[in-house]
């Protein structure tokens, strides 16, 4: 069974540094791996994206590249955020969300439980 545990959220200065976790359990493997964001009254945004080939790639929203950088650690079927230069903008519930293959159930998606960001100005 695929399970996403989503960490790393909080309240932090405009300026600052936040990473947030999401640790995969299960058999798994993970081909694309995003993170959401969405405040309240507004729609779920994607904010970046990491997809396994046979070349990694990377996709940002115009709002956070240069700022925010996602990564993966296939090892500990681990994906991160590492979110600098915060800004009040960026408050929000962040959800990690994956595309992932096991042998029991083949190719879906899967959420995160979502983690709260709080970026005080």
């Known amino acids: 069974q695929v399970q996403l545990v989503e960490s790393g959220g909080g309240l932090v200065q405009a300026g600052g540094s936040l990473r947030l976790s999401c640790e995969v359990s299960?058999?798994?493997?993970?081909?694309?791996m995003g993170w959401y964001r969405q405040s309240p009254g507004k729609q779920r945004e994607l904010v970046a994206e990491?997809?396994?080939?046979?070349?990694?790639?990377?996709n940002y929203a115009d709002s956070v590249k240069g700022r925010f950088a996602v990564s993966v650690d296939y090892a500990k079927n681990t994906v991160y955020l590492d979110m600098n230069t915060l800004k009040p903008e960026d408050t929000a519930v962040y959800y990690c969300?994956?595309?992932?293959?096991?042998?029991?159930?083949?190719?879906?998606?899967?959420w995160g439980q979502g983690t709260q960001v709080t970026v005080s100005s």
């Open positions: 299960g058999s798994t493997i993970l081909n694309i």
């Open positions: 969300r994956i595309n992932a293959y096991t042998y029991s159930t083949g190719s879906q998606y899967y």
């Open positions: 990491i997809r396994r080939g046979s070349q990694t790639t990377t």
